[in-house]
């Protein structure tokens, strides 16, 4: 079985950790992580998303895309955001549990290798 990513990983990653309800956007464990590392550009994602019409507090499946997008752009280089990213997780273990959301491709993944729902 292989399983992919519609873009990059980091992108499916994004999409993943920004909730459906406007609201609810800086309340995961990824934009966290960014706010420490480069709170410019989540302030830039948040002016965009204030500009957006927003129908009952939730964005279309296209503006949870371009904000998924703006979102990927925003990450460091790979390798730079791997090791601070895995630092990040483990000082942060208990809340990356609850609120870090793994790509469903990876899930998938891994769910195949070792037979069992992860």
């Known amino acids: 079985m292989i399983e992919t990513a519609y873009k990059t990983f980091e992108f499916e990653l994004a999409l993943c950790n920004i909730d459906k309800e406007r ?8 934009i966290k992580y960014l706010e420490v590392e ?3 550009k989540i302030k830039s ?4 998303i204030d500009t957006l019409p927003i129908k009952d507090n939730k964005f279309s ?8 997008l703006l979102l990927w752009k925003s ?5 730079e955001f ?7 997780i483990n000082d942060n273990i208990e809340d990356a549990k609850s609120y870090f959301c793994v790509p469903d491709y990876i ?12």
Do not use: C, M
């Open 61 to 68: 499946e296209e503006q949870h895309s371009k904000i998924a």
């Open 45 to 48: 994602i948040v002016e965009y």
């Open 38 to 40: 480069n709170e410019k």
């Open 107 to 118: 899930n998938r993944a891994l769910t195949h290798i070792i037979g069992k729902d992860v």
């Open 75 to 79: 990450l460091p280089a790979k390798a």
């Open 82 to 88: 791997a090791q601070d990213f895995a630092i990040y």
């Open 23 to 30: 609201t609810k956007f800086k309340d995961n464990f990824l």
